[in-house]
């Protein structure tokens, strides 16, 4: 059986679920998962997320810095720039599914200190940030008409154009996704 989307994500694991959802509106998204939405290890992450949220105390420039620091100097730079960089509207988009971080009694974010970080800057919830988001974009993915959860199916080959008689190796630029074969083990089909 052939079933057409126009997105195809593998995995549910917080990138799977969050990138379903940034692209749900551009069309429709089949979401595999080889279990259960609720079986992913982000669920077991107690920590939180770090991010510059304080601009009177914090900035870019210190995370980066720090992140250095804490990867010995071997972080590829240009990743950590842009992670750093690009946190702060994650978070947002996280708290827009409905994640909820913990706020003192201003209202402001919980912030901690942890690790190598010299700000405090790490956004949680209770001692679960991990479950917190799971479940809130759980519950984001299947609320949303674009998004067809198909669990308990497995990837077992993606389609390129190696199908179409094309050699294809690592190296090869411009690989295109055609689609994939997914195996329901329950028949085998």
């Known amino acids: 059986m052939v079933k057409k989307f126009d997105f195809l994500v593998i995995g549910s694991g ?3 679920m969050s990138f379903a959802l940034k692209v749900a509106h551009k069309g429709k998204v089949a979401l595999i998962c080889k279990s259960g939405l609720e079986e992913a290890n982000t669920y077991f992450a107690q920590g939180g997320v770090a991010s510059v949220t304080n601009l009177l ?4 420039d210190k995370h980066i810095e720090d992140t250095m620091i804490a990867g010995d100097w071997i972080s590829d ?7 750093v960089r690009e946190a702060p509207a994650q978070i947002e988009a996280l708290i827009n599914w409905g994640v909820e971080f913990d706020k003192n009694e201003e209202g402001e974010f919980d912030l901690h200190r942890e690790g190598g970080h010299s700000e405090f800057r790490i ?3 209770k001692d679960n940030t991990g479950a917190e ?10 609320r949303h008409p674009n998004i067809t959860v198909i669990e308990n199916h497995f990837a077992v080959e993606i389609l ?8 294809v190796t690592r190296q090869t630029p411009d690989i295109k996704c055609y689609g994939a074969y997914i195996l329901d083990p329950k028949t085998g089909r």
């Open 123 to 125: 956004l949680h919830h």
């Open 77 to 83: 730079r240009a990743a950590v720039e842009k992670v």
């Open 14 to 16: 917080i990138a799977g």
């Open 57 to 60: 105390v914090d900035n870019f």
């Open 133 to 142: 988001i799971q479940d809130s974009l759980i519950k984001a993915v299947q």
């Open 160 to 167: 390129t154009q190696h199908h179409l008689g094309v050699t």
